[in-house]
Each structure stands twice: as C-alpha cells, then as structure tokens.
C-alpha cells in the first residue's frame, strides 16, 4: 500500500529477538539486554499471523533480523511460515556464527537471501569488536551459504575510523575472485553508537581511498545502496550512506520488533503497539494502514534528532 507520500510500502523488517550471541562495541552494551517476561515478545505463530496481515495490505518482502535471529527458538518454523502464507523474499540479517550448521536447513525452509555482517578479516580484531566472537565460525558460514545455495552472499561492514579503516581495502579485494557483494555502511549514531560519534567515516572518504572503484546500476531501485565495482571483478561493492544521504524518498520499509512494537522509520522513537490488539482479536490490519499511511517524510539524524534505542532491539 501506499503511504501519505505516494511511496509503495512493500518490505518488512523483523528483529524477532533483541538477544544476541555477539556484543559488538558500537551496536549492544557489554551486559547484554535486560530481561524481557517471555509473555511480552511475540511467538513464532503470532509473527505468522501479523505477516498475513501485511501481505494482504502489499508486503511482499521480509528480513528476519534481530539481535541475533539465528539464537531464536523456532526461526526456522518461522521461515516455513512466511514461505506457506506466500511471502516470495524471505532474507535474514545475522551476525553468520550459526550459520555453519543452519544454513541447510534455512535453504530448506525458504530462506532466499542472507546477508551477514563482518567488520573484520582479522581473528584478533574481529573478537575485539564483537567482545568474543570467533571469525573462522563465520567463514564457515559464509561457506554452508555458498554450499546450500544461499545465494549471492552479501556482506555488510561497518567501517570506523583507528578500528577497521586499514581493512577496507581487503573487503573490496575479497570481490575479485568471489561473486560477493560488500556493502559499507556508515556509521549511524543510534543507542550504544552514539558513543563512537567521532569514529565516524563517510562513504565518500571510503570511495576515495579506493579509485578503481567504478559505479554500476543500481540492481534494485528502492535498495538504499549505491554499487561500483573493480575491473572484471566478479563481485560488487555496495554503500549505504544513512548519514550522508539521505534515501527516504524511496524508503519502501517498514519495521516490527519482537515486543510487537511497529516502527515507521528506524531513526523515529514512535512506535504503535500492535501486539496487545492482536492478542485482543481487534482489527491490527486497520492500525497497520493508518500506521503507514502517517510514515513520516524523512529522517532528521543531520539535525540531532537520534534514536535512544539500541540497534539490537530494532534490528538495523
Ligand atoms: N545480529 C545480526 C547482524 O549483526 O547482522 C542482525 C542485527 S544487527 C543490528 C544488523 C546490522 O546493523 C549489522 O550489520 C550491524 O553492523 C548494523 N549496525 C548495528 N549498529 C549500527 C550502527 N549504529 N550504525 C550502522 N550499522 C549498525
Ligand atoms: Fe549482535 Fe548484530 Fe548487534 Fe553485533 S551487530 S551485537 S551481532 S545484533
């Protein structure tokens, strides 16, 4: 459907859980989440129910993110499940630590794409910035995609200044031989982020340390993502540049977390509770409409307005 705007809602966004195996530095606090009562998150059947509602009202993409998805008791039914009610894209966002013994399974339920996120090519540093995680499990899963036919693989990086800037060059090389896509995106200063303001870098200070780079087409109008490429390079490099420029006026999106809370633009702190009427049997369908219809224009991060809530529990 279409909002106020005239844009064409048709993707949803799902953070089915705001836990996570991993407590990267700049998106979850070193503790973790405070405790939810199980009674206030959604179950895998209500996910289910709440995604027939959208697809009769236009949706006909979901990514599954979270926190991390692949932690979530029944993720897997879950994908069977958007597959049944006739969602035709069903990707995942996931950190890739599970998916060395997932990834068949996922493929056999209907996952059609993943895209899993990697700061670092190197052991040390990547478990610094994840506080603990293992690089090799993610290779591993990066292979089960390739293997299952989850594919093509994309990776996405967050690029910061005395962290990762040294290894940009790496990740664009990694698209030589490989028919991957590496997307770079910037920085945005949401919850624990705001922290790390001044590790900000543009993607245009990115594109610059790498001239070959070259731009390609876009393959998907409504994709936030800019793409270029080395000289018969088999993969492509995308940016996503929040910050410096904005996308809203093709913003397809829309988001749901897994306390049922629907959010119309990642960087508002508005949210509509949808879980509490639908476990009353009101209309939600009705309250998903007048939701989109009111997505607001535009973001307004340039002038200070930021999101208090953590990357983890909305879902990126
Ligand atoms: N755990 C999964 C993962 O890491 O892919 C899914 C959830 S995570 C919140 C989704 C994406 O958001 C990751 O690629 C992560 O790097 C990105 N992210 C988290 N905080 C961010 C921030 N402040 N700015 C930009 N990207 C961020
Ligand atoms: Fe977990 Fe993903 Fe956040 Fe890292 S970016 S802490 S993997 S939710």
């Given at each position: 459907m279409k909002d106020n705007f005239g844009r064409d809602i048709s993707y949803l966004r799902i953070s089915i859980t705001d836990k996570c195996n991993l407590r990267c530095k700049y998106c979850m606090p070193e503790k973790g989440v405070s405790l939810v009562e199980h009674k206030d998150v959604m179950t895998i059947e209500e996910y289910i129910q709440v995604a027939k509602v959208f697809k009769n009202l236009g949706i006909s993409k979901i990514r599954i993110t979270g926190g991390e998805p692949l932690v979530k008791k029944g993720v897997v039914d879950l994908i069977s499940g958007f597959k049944n009610i006739g969602i035709k894209e069903i990707a995942m966002t996931t950190?890739?630590?599970?998916?060395?013994?997932m990834a068949k399974n996922l493929k056999e339920a209907g996952l059609t794409r993943v895209n899993i996120s990697l700061d670092s090519l190197q052991e040390d540093k990547y478990r610094g910035i994840t506080r603990g995680g293992e690089l090799q499990k993610v290779l591993d899963g990066i292979e089960s995609c390739k293997k299952y036919g989850i594919t093509p693989v994309k990776l996405n990086t967050v690029v910061m200044k005395d962290v990762n800037i040294d290894e940009f060059r790496n990740f664009v090389d990694l698209t030589k031989e490989d028919d991957i896509s590496v997307r770079f995106i910037e920085l945005m200063p949401i919850g624990e982020a705001v922290r790390y303001k001044d590790r900000f870098v543009s993607n245009d200070e990115l594109l610059s340390l790498y001239p070959e780079l070259k731009p390609i087409d876009s393959m998907d109008i409504s994709s936030p993502a800019k793409y270029y490429k080395l000289p018969k390079a088999k993969g492509n490099v995308g940016f996503i540049n929040p910050m410096s420029c904005k996308f809203c006026g093709t913003c397809n999106r829309v988001r749901l977390t897994s306390k049922g809370q629907l959010l119309?633009?990642?960087?508002?702190n508005i949210h509509i509770e949808l879980l509490k009427p639908l476990r009353e049997g009101k209309d939600i369908g009705k309250i998903i409409k007048d939701a989109i219809y009111n997505k607001p224009e535009a973001h307004h991060l340039l002038e200070g307005e930021y999101n208090s809530t953590d990357m983890n529990e909305i879902g990126g």
């Amino acid at each position: 459907m279409k909002d106020n705007f005239g844009r064409d809602i048709s993707y949803l966004r799902i953070s089915i859980t705001d836990k996570c195996n991993l407590r990267c530095k700049y998106c979850m606090p070193e503790k973790g989440v405070s405790l939810v009562e199980h009674k206030d998150v959604m179950t895998i059947e209500e996910y289910i129910q709440v995604a027939k509602v959208f697809k009769n009202l236009g949706i006909s993409k979901i990514r599954i993110t979270g926190g991390e998805p692949l932690v979530k008791k029944g993720v897997v039914d879950l994908i069977s499940g958007f597959k049944n009610i006739g969602i035709k894209e069903i990707a995942m966002t996931t950190n890739g630590i599970l998916l060395g013994d997932m990834a068949k399974n996922l493929k056999e339920a209907g996952l059609t794409r993943v895209n899993i996120s990697l700061d670092s090519l190197q052991e040390d540093k990547y478990r610094g910035i994840t506080r603990g995680g293992e690089l090799q499990k993610v290779l591993d899963g990066i292979e089960s995609c390739k293997k299952y036919g989850i594919t093509p693989v994309k990776l996405n990086t967050v690029v910061m200044k005395d962290v990762n800037i040294d290894e940009f060059r790496n990740f664009v090389d990694l698209t030589k031989e490989d028919d991957i896509s590496v997307r770079f995106i910037e920085l945005m200063p949401i919850g624990e982020a705001v922290r790390y303001k001044d590790r900000f870098v543009s993607n245009d200070e990115l594109l610059s340390l790498y001239p070959e780079l070259k731009p390609i087409d876009s393959m998907d109008i409504s994709s936030p993502a800019k793409y270029y490429k080395l000289p018969k390079a088999k993969g492509n490099v995308g940016f996503i540049n929040p910050m410096s420029c904005k996308f809203c006026g093709t913003c397809n999106r829309v988001r749901l977390t897994s306390k049922g809370q629907l959010l119309m633009c990642l960087h508002s702190n508005i949210h509509i509770e949808l879980l509490k009427p639908l476990r009353e049997g009101k209309d939600i369908g009705k309250i998903i409409k007048d939701a989109i219809y009111n997505k607001p224009e535009a973001h307004h991060l340039l002038e200070g307005e930021y999101n208090s809530t953590d990357m983890n529990e909305i879902g990126g």
